[in-house]
């Protein structure tokens, strides 16, 4: 009968990482069936009994690794998604900030995606209005002719109007720049914590293996 073992969640991945290598090492290494002739007294050396014996040890030592493997891997994944941590003032599990450091990618790219929008419709917006004096000047002298002979009133009703027609505005539904603002911090605030979190984390949690 097998002992359980208490150890710590840093010491489990790390006999995890171990035990990868090993299996590894110990399936290229074993022999699980040979050939040979009928008449052969021995195999690389050994009696056929004992290098049948080399073979079941073999087999078992690998089939062994793996077992273990499987004990620790299911310990630590049932103790991921039952231990809670804080990051960023946000509780979670374990295995929600372990996937949300993968997943926090998406996030990532949506920002960067608004602020490449802002940009773009921010240069355009300026672009436009910054043309629209001269436009305006030219518009008015093509109606008007001389703007200074032109009654008060007209050069206001026909200012307005072409104003009303091409002055470009922000269509800012989002209220863009406070969402970017406050995405870039939840972002930088979780990839600023998670790591040490889960590594405090790792060193104070024990499993049963």
Same mark, same amino acid.
Do not use: C
């Given at each position: 009968?097998?002992?359980m %073992? !208490?150890m710590?969640?840093h @010491?489990a991945?790390?006999e995890?990482?171990t035990? *990868?290598?090993?299996i590894?090492? &110990?399936?290229?290494? &074993?022999?699980?069936?040979a !050939?040979?002739?009928k008449?052969?007294? #021995?195999?690389k050396?050994?009696?056929?009994?004992?290098?049948? +014996?080399?073979? %079941?040890?073999?087999?078992?030592?690998?089939?062994?690794?793996? /077992?273990r493997?499987i004990?620790? +891997?299911?310990?630590?994944?049932?103790?991921n998604?039952?231990?809670?941590?804080i990051?960023?003032?946000?509780?979670m599990t374990?295995? +929600?900030? =372990?996937? @949300?450091k993968t997943?926090?990618?998406?996030?990532?790219?949506?920002? !960067?995606?608004m602020?490449e929008?802002r940009?773009i419709?921010? *240069?355009?917006?300026?672009?436009?209005n910054?043309s629209?004096? #001269?436009?305006?000047e030219? $518009?008015?002298? &093509?109606?008007?002719g001389? #703007?200074e002979n032109a #009654?008060k /009133?007209e050069?206001?009703l026909?200012?307005?109007?072409f104003? /009303? @027609? *091409?002055? $470009?505005?922000?269509?800012d539904?989002l209220?863009?720049?406070? @969402? =970017?603002?406050?995405?870039? /911090?939840k =972002?930088? *605030?979780f990839k600023a914590e998670v790591d040490?979190?889960?590594s405090?984390?790792?060193?104070l949690?024990?499993v049963n293996?």
């Amino acid at each position: 009968m097998t002992t359980m %073992q !208490t150890m710590s969640i840093h @010491r489990a991945l790390s006999e995890l990482k171990t035990l *990868n290598e090993r299996i590894a090492k &110990a399936i290229n290494e &074993a022999d699980h069936v040979a !050939t040979d002739r009928k008449s052969a007294q #021995k195999i690389k050396g050994l009696s056929i009994e004992d290098y049948e +014996k080399t073979i %079941q040890s073999g087999f078992d030592k690998v089939v062994s690794l793996i /077992e273990r493997r499987i004990h620790i +891997k299911d310990a630590i994944v049932q103790s991921n998604a039952m231990t809670e941590v804080i990051v960023a003032g946000e509780t979670m599990t374990v295995a +929600k900030a =372990i996937e @949300r450091k993968t997943s926090i990618e998406n996030e990532e790219k949506l920002l !960067t995606s608004m602020i490449e929008a802002r940009r773009i419709a921010i *240069n355009k917006l300026t672009k436009e209005n910054e043309s629209l004096p #001269k436009r305006l000047e030219e $518009y008015l002298t &093509a109606i008007l002719g001389s #703007k200074e002979n032109a #009654k008060k /009133e007209e050069v206001e009703l026909h200012t307005k109007a072409f104003m /009303e @027609r *091409n002055e $470009y505005i922000l269509i800012d539904p989002l209220k863009i720049s406070t @969402r =970017i603002e406050a995405l870039d /911090e939840k =972002i930088t *605030n979780f990839k600023a914590e998670v790591d040490a979190v889960l590594s405090e984390s790792n060193a104070l949690t024990t499993v049963n293996v």
